[in-house]
């Protein structure tokens, strides 16, 4: 965000709208993935995400003007939308049951190696002196080179029998899956805040001791490698029970947005915001994944896709509004005010609600602890 502000001279409610524009193509590829995987199966709305982003990022990497740029971030985005609920397909029908909350956290995870070596890339340009634009060209290759192993990968993953579209999203439509919707909504709203703004909050002053631009390039390094706790969110819910869980992870989120409020300018509260983020998104991602598919095992894929979309929506609300907020009151308000909405959550995060399983035919529930 800072280069393209500064290439584009774009204000804060406009890369606010470019940024909710993008998650407005997440949440397109959403719904189109879905319509994909019940017709052809998962290989499909995966390959067609890849393209997707090859092209979106492509288009970044030679953007002139900011109407090229927001098509780019747009069809870059879409490829989150079409590839993540088919890989929760595949897990549901190919793994069993007692690893599945450990393979779809391991999947969710993923994310946080590419944002780290996103980082990486990223600091190459200023030790190097290459342009962002390499940087975007860069990332294109790599979702080519991510296209042709998911080709090999998913050839052997058939298509899912078909079930009544109908009467499955309206048994989604239960009051048990309300948590799971609403702390998808609020996750949506803050990470995408985060990855809207943080880098530009934190390269506003840069940091004492290091170049001008090492920064941003730090924030995704640090996102990406406290991520990387994401693989033990299984069995961290084993010990300390759900409603625990995402207790904690909106305090972590919290956390996180308040660092970057009222420690910009330090290393410090570099690696500690962008760290909890890292650990918030990647943990709440499993957990959307396993919590869905364990309430809603006889359809995980839409289940998730249901969650996904609650997240989507929140995505494209959030950025949008907070550069408004930036434009009018500041980002350290704007960031304090956003740290809000996940402690407000945890409010309400109390056991009796965060039904986790449902029983197929007792109608009896399973509680988080």
């Not at 995408?192 to 909050?201: G, N």
Request: hydrophobic share 55%; glycine share 10%.
């Amino acid at each position: 965000m800072p280069e393209f502000r500064s290439e584009f001279s774009m204000s804060a409610a406009s890369a606010g709208l470019v940024s909710s524009l993008g998650f407005a193509g997440f949440f397109a590829g959403l719904l189109v993935a879905q319509l994909l995987l019940n017709r052809r199966g998962p290989e499909h709305p995966v390959l067609a995400g890849l393209a997707a982003a090859t092209l979106g990022l492509g288009l970044v990497a030679i953007a002139p003007n900011v109407p090229i740029l927001a098509a780019g971030v747009f069809l870059a985005a879409t490829s989150a939308g079409f590839a993540w609920t088919p890989f929760n397909d595949a897990v549901h029908r190919k793994v069993r049951d007692r690893d599945r909350a450990s393979a779809l956290s391991v999947i969710s995870t993923g994310t946080s190696v590419g944002i780290a070596l996103a980082g990486v890339v990223a600091l190459g340009m200023v030790f190097f002196g290459f342009g962002w634009r390499i940087c975007w060209g860069v990332f294109a290759a790599a979702s080519i080179v991510a296209l042709a192993i998911n080709w090999a990968a998913l050839r052997q993953v058939e298509k899912a029998p078909d079930d009544p579209p109908e009467a499955v999203w309206r048994d989604l439509l239960q009051p048990v899956a309300l948590p799971l919707f609403g702390v998808a909504f609020i996750f949506g709203i803050t990470s995408a805040i985060y990855i809207s703004f943080a880098a530009d909050r934190f390269a506003e002053d840069g940091l004492p001791g290091l170049p001008q631009g090492t920064a941003p390039a730090l924030v995704f390094i640090f996102y990406g490698l406290f991520g990387l706790t994401g693989l033990a969110t299984d069995r961290l819910r084993d010990r300390i029970g759900l409603t625990w869980l995402v207790r904690l992870l909106m305090l972590a989120g919290a956390g996180s947005l308040a660092a970057a409020a009222f420690m910009p300018d330090h290393l410090g509260g570099l690696a500690t915001s962008a760290g909890l983020q890292g650990i918030h998104v990647m943990m709440t991602s499993a957990v959307l994944a396993f919590w869905s598919e364990s309430l809603f095992p006889a359809f995980p894929s839409l289940s998730f896709t249901a969650a996904l979309l609650a997240v989507a929506a929140g995505c494209v609300i959030g950025p949008a509004l907070a550069g408004l907020a930036v434009g009018s009151l500041g980002p350290q308000v704007m960031f304090y005010a956003a740290a809000v909405l996940p402690l407000v959550a945890m409010v309400f995060i109390r056991a009796r609600f965060m039904v986790e399983r449902q029983s197929d035919t007792t109608g009896s529930i399973e509680v988080g602890a």
